[in-house]
């Protein structure tokens, strides 16, 4: 075990330590000695999702934070991760849209490169449009722009493979997977090291960490957040995600060398078809449970027959598919010969789906009411659980991230204690904002499509036609969805 070298500190920060810090680094490195104290470490991260493993990658990437003592706490075995692989036909069901902007930090952390690039697939247009009236965006690149990328798809596990094969090749992370934590709460006052404020991680086993910063990046249902008493507000939505790997008819209207995106907003939430390499997509459905479990229950040739009605259909059509146990591939056959609709402008049609690949999840918002407590900050879905209509799930957590290593990498930079919570304000003030008013967007975006008559439907595709018509209007939107756009704060 390693203990802390104060001349290093001392070397790289001057006289930025004060005495009292470099007392309770001797006192700490006195205690590393003793198996029953609990390990020291600068920094302890719960969660061995994309936010997670980002974090850490990140911090051992860059030259300030590469000496922090660091480790990861994750409760699944990280070796499937490690070797997951698939066939070059199969996809997993799980995928999510990565913008520019994310790429390139994950680029910049040393990340992007052990991606499997022949997983990923980049789009150039997205075709949006609401499904009682019609009405549509044609999110599409002005000529002079053409070629540049919206976002990029890929599979959650391809991207978390990468985020571990980048910490291997950087080494230097303590890693405790294929274990859970078992309690977290605060250190005491001993002759070894005074940890009153310093949260002590019980694992099970036995084994003791104490983090001078506690990263909760352990999913909706924290225990870092509950650890640290951060309430959370929000809703369920009452509406699953299903979600799927479907073998389309073709590689898409333009081919390989230009991928569109397509999402309808139906009165019980959006169908969006993604697209992946060749001629495969993913398919994510927001639908109420009893639907989402009918859909599941289907044969494959039903399953199909259903995705291809929610791109097609009118509402009231998709209503009664819903309603009978099996035979959608005949009924959907006999509608669309009195469905009028441009072919060009949906999805060409699925052509199955690939087996085991269907599931669903509940819908929910979330908001914890601050992202960080003394020696503890929250990220990912941790802090911010969102529905997937926008996309921006997983790039609202890498943007916590990169935010979060600036404000670590200024306070190691200016001799701070990375832990107390004057040094984690500017991640605070850097994020919160920003995350609770797309939150907030999505939100009110959900809500205004479910409404199936009245005013806002005429408004609401006004508001939608109007976009289109507007370049600059729509420019702006695109730009905000790639992460590229002007910074609005």
């Known amino acids: 075990m390693k203990s802390i070298r104060l001349p290093l500190v001392r070397r ?42 980002s974090v850490l990658a990140a911090l051992r990437s860059h030259a300030a934070t590469a000496g922090l003592k660091v480790a990861l706490i994750e409760s699944q075995d990280l070796s499937h991760t490690r ?32 991606i499997l690039r022949d997983r990923v697939q980049s789009y150039e247009e997205m075709q ?59 250190g005491q006052d001993t002759e070894a090291a005074d940890l009153r404020s310093w949260p002590i991680v019980q694992l099970t086993g036995g084994r003791q960490l104490a983090a001078r910063l506690l990263l909760g990046a352990d999913g909706a249902n924290s225990p870092v957040r509950s650890f640290a008493g951060i309430s959370t507000a929000g809703w369920d939505y009452e509406r699953h995600g299903v979600v799927a790997t479907m073998q389309m008819s073709g590689s898409g209207w333009h081919g390989e060398a230009s991928k569109i ?10 169908a969006a078809m993604l697209p992946l390499p060749t001629t495969h ?96 900050a929250l990220l990912g879905d941790a802090a911010h659980t969102t529905h997937p209509l926008a996309g ?31 040094s984690l304000e500017a991640y605070e003030a850097d994020r919160y904002a920003k995350n609770h008013v797309l939150l907030g967007v999505v939100d009110k975006l959900h809500k205004l499509y479910a409404v199936q008559s009245g005013p806002l439907v005429p408004l609401r595709s006004l508001g939608l036609s109007a976009v289109n018509a507007l370049a600059p209007v729509k420019r702006f939107f695109m730009g905000q969805a790639a992460g590229t756009g002007v910074k609005i704060f």
């Open 12 to 53: 790289q920060f001057g006289n930025h330590v004060c005495r009292n810090c470099t007392n309770q680094l001797k006192r700490q490195r006195r205690g590393l000695a003793t198996a029953a104290n609990p390990e020291i470490f600068d920094v302890v991260c719960v969660g061995g999702g994309p936010a997670g493993l």
């Open 281 to 376: 997509s993913t398919l994510v459905w927001s639908t109420t449970p009893e639907r989402a479990a009918h859909l599941k229950s289907l044969s494959p040739e039903d399953f199909t027959a259903m995705v291809n009605a929610a791109f097609r259909l009118l509402p009231v059509d998709l209503d009664y598919m819903h309603t009978i146990a099996s035979g959608q591939a005949e009924e959907l056959s006999w509608r669309l010969q009195h469905t009028p609709f441009d072919a060009r402008l949906v999805p060409q049609p699925a052509a199955g789906v690939q087996a085991g690949s269907i599931a669903s999840f509940p819908l929910r918002m979330r908001h914890a009411d601050t992202y960080i407590g003394e020696r503890v």
């Open 261 to 270: 995106a397509y999402q309808r907003f139906l009165p019980t939430g959006p």
């Open 392 to 422: 921006q799930g997983l790039n609202q957590g890498q943007g916590d991230v990169e935010a979060l290593i600036r404000t670590i990498i200024y306070a190691v930079e200016h001799g701070m204690d990375i832990g107390v919570r004057m």
């Open 128 to 186: 949006v449009w609401d499904g009682i009236t019609g009405s549509r965006v044609e999110f599409d690149w002005p000529q002079a722009s053409q070629g540049k990328t919206i976002a990029y798809m890929t599979e959650n596990l391809n991207l978390t493979s990468a985020l571990l094969k980048r910490i291997d090749e950087l080494s230097g992370v303590s890693i405790f997977d294929n274990t859970k934590v078992e309690r977290i709460e605060l």
């Open 83 to 114: 070797s997951w692989t698939l066939a070059a036909n199969q996809y997993s069901n799980r995928c999510s849209s990565l913008t520019p902007a994310s790429v390139s930090f994950l680029d910049a952390i040393g990340a992007w490169k052990h």
